[in-house]
């Protein structure tokens, strides 16, 4: 039987404010097969890492326990002490004395102290059945998708593209830009938005590592880490990318016209258009929903063709399908606005003077469809008084209980832009929950927008409805002054929150990455691993994990581009042993464990043994080692490798044992 080393952590008092430490060394000391056993207060730290690798040397340790936090903490940690001292680093076993135990029971030392002793028990008997493991080492395309060309995905692909990593850009609208191009000015410092954004854009268009994909969604993702397959469908424009010069002529001439959708419905475009003022690339596209030709033949219309002096138009552009190899993938897909239309009582489409905080944004950007000047959409007049509603669709239970982090100080920064654009006469409002600046800069604007005047209620609407002199009446009580108020605006801007896209199901089954219980798409773990997704390869860039305002979206994205970089500069790959391994002479190809794999990583193959039959074969590299297919597999041909069947129920063995002398 091996030598096995117990170590227990005090970890400052969290462990040993509660367990009695000592008492659990004693008694791991008259454990079977354990032939030494110590406590220290910090275990991690180099001098207790180095006590563990000297006892190794020492006593011909075989096998080690640690007593300590959790193992997503310092498991790797520890694997490497125990590597360094000529120790396979599977035979390490990390017992969680924190949250299992001290954390748990706090307010109970003793049972605490008796539960640490069963839980060494259970770690010292599954230590003693651990088989050395070794990695594999795989190459690696040294290649990027990044999915989404929002301010997230284009900081990304930069960062990349300048490492000298090759990189595919795909964005679903005709142009990059994403949210932050809607923007009139960014908070707290008010720099221009486009003035920002549309160097970086350009940047991307330029970049010789840099393929950008426009118009275009990815379909398909196969493979695993540092070789995916994707697919990557490309719509049709209508329009050569090549040709196109962006002159605007061929919307000129086209007679159908539709809501502008970068302009959020309040003006008009064309069936023909340029996505945006500043877009990337500057190139036309036809809405086949609205086009004429497209709808109803080339007879009934055919201007923009006539009227293209690049003679760019081409009706006869089919969707393309585009296939790709990358090594690694970075999601940058952004999140929607709260729909506002879903709070009936705030008015917001059935009163025309009810927009929101993007809406605002149109209005206010000298290049949206009032050229900068503050309307009120109904009257095309400027409004005397605003009221700016916070907490749209965010922290509501009937709908998102989060708070969106950037809906306060968004209506600060429209409060103030309203001011200055608007002079001292007009009355402005702003309805809150709470004012939250949480961020560098944040508390100084917010001082800044009272200083100028303007009013903040506590207190958030209840019902906005229509007054007999065409204004619009806002009943709020205000819980300051304890008093019921009701405002009369001509203008009324609801700060909507971020919340997660429609589209969340499908990018969560396409790319096999998981959403956490807001909607949003799930980190590998929220402290240690925030830029991660579970499934390994796939990385995570700004506002699809959480809300973010734009600074934290580009240190985010910046990090998920530095996390790539790492994994694939070195052109080859580590895979964890920690894999599901098939018995073929037990497996009966029943195909279960291929049915209810959430990584796609078992495939069931023909194989002459005695005759054809179907055997399940696990793909390694795409295998997270979960466990499913083994819990399921009604023959037991199918072993997870550290945790076999025999050291999980040598667990339990132990456990019972301890709960039996317990009883006596």
């Known amino acids: 039987m091996p030598n096995i080393g117990v170590y227990v952590c005090h970890c400052g008092l969290n462990i040993a404010g509660t367990v009695d430490v000592e008492r659990v060394v004693e008694y791991a000391k008259n454990l ?18 180095r006590m563990i690798q000297e006892d190794i040397q020492a006593y011909g340790l075989e096998r080690v326990v640690i007593a300590a936090c959790s193992p997503r903490m310092h498991e790797e940690t520890f694997r490497k002490t125990v590597a360094e001292a000529g120790l396979n680093p599977y035979l390490l076993e990390v017992v969680n004395l ?8 706090s307010d109970q030392p003793e049972k605490a102290t008796e539960k640490a002793k069963e839980l060494v028990r259970m770690g010292v008997a599954r230590a003693r059945l651990l088989e050395p493991l070794e ?3 795989i190459s690696v395309e040294k290649k990027v998708l990044v999915v989404g060309g929002g301010i997230a995905g284009i900081e990304a692909s930069l960062d990349l593209a300048n490492a000298g990593f090759k990189v595919y850009l795909v964005e679903k609208a005709p142009s990059i830009g994403g949210r932050m191009a809607q923007l009139d000015k960014t908070f707290p410092t008010l720099d221009c938005s486009a003035c920002i954004l549309t160097p970086k854009m350009v940047d991307v268009a330029k970049h010789p590592n840099i393929k950008l994909l426009t118009n275009a969604e990815v379909t398909n993702v196969s493979g695993f880490v540092g070789n995916y397959e994707v697919t990557v469908l490309k719509k049709p424009r209508y329009v050569d990318e090549d040709k196109c010069v962006g002159c605007g002529l061929c919307t000129e001439v086209c007679p159908v016209e539709i809501p502008d959708k970068f302009n959020e419905g309040l003006s008009q475009t064309h069936a023909i258009s340029i996505y945006s003022p500043h877009a990337v690339p500057k190139v036309a596209i036809i809405n086949p929903e609205h086009c004429l030709r497209l709808k109803y033949g080339k007879e009934v219309c055919g201007r923009c063709l006539k009227t293209c002096e690049a003679k760019a138009i081409n009706f006869e552009q089919q969707p393309e399908n585009i296939q790709l190899k990358v090594g690694a993938i970075i999601l940058a897909v952004g999140a929607d606005v709260f729909d506002a239309a879903k709070i009936p009582e705030l008015g917001y489409g059935r009163f025309k003077n009810v927009i929101s905080n ?7 950007d000298a290049s949206g469809p009032t050229g900068g000047k503050i309307l009120c959409p109904e009257t095309g007049k400027p409004p005397r008084s605003i009221v700016f509603i916070q907490c749209v669709g965010s922290r509501d239970k009937r709908f998102h209980e989060y708070c969106c982090r950037v809906g306060c100080m968004i209506s600060l920064k429209q409060a103030i832009l309203a001011r200055e654009k608007l002079g001292g006469d007009v009355e402005i409002y702003i309805c809150y929950n709470d004012i939250r600046a949480f961020g560098k800069g944040y508390e100084e604007f917010y001082r800044r927008a009272r200083d100028l005047n303007i009013n903040f209620l506590a207190g958030i609407p209840s019902e906005i409805r229509s007054a007999p002199d065409g204004s619009l009446c806002v009943t709020v009580y205000e819980k300051v002054v304890n008093k019921l108020l009701e405002i009369h605006a001509d203008l009324v801007v609801l700060s909507c929150g971020i919340v997660p896209r429609k589209d969340f199901n499908k990018i969560s089954e396409t790319f096999h990455v998981s959403r956490s219980s807001d909607g949003f798409l799930l980190e590998a773990h929220p402290k240690l691993r925030p830029l991660e997704t579970s499934t390994a390869g796939i990385f995570l860039a700004g506002a699809c994990q959480g809300p973010k305002d734009i600074p934290d979206s580009v240190a985010h994205a910046s990090g998920a581009a530095a996390k790539v970089i790492e994994l694939l500069s070195k052109g080859e790959f580590e895979i964890e042993p920690l894999k599901a391994i098939v018995n073929p002479d037990f497996c009966s190809g029943c195909g279960i464990c291929e049915s209810i794999c959430p990584f796609d990583a078992i495939e069931m193959k023909a194989e002459t043994v005695n005759g054809e039959k179907l055997v399940a074969e696990v793909i390694e590299v795409k295998c997270q080692g979960c466990g499913t297919c083994a819990s399921a597999c009604p023959t037991h041909a199918i072993k997870m490798q550290h945790y076999t069947n025999e050291q999980i129920l040598a667990q339990v063995h132990a456990a019972l044992i301890a709960k039996q002398e317990m009883v006596k």
Request: charged share 30%; aromatic share 12%; hydrophobic share 30%.
């Open 32 to 49: 079977p097969d354990v032939i030494v056993a110590k406590h220290y207060k910090y275990i991690c730290s180099e001098p207790g890492q």
């Open 98 to 105: 924190r949250e299992h135990c001290s954390w748990a029971h």
């Open 135 to 137: 990695k594999r080492v």
């Open 358 to 364: 993007i809406q605002f944004e149109r209005i206010s």
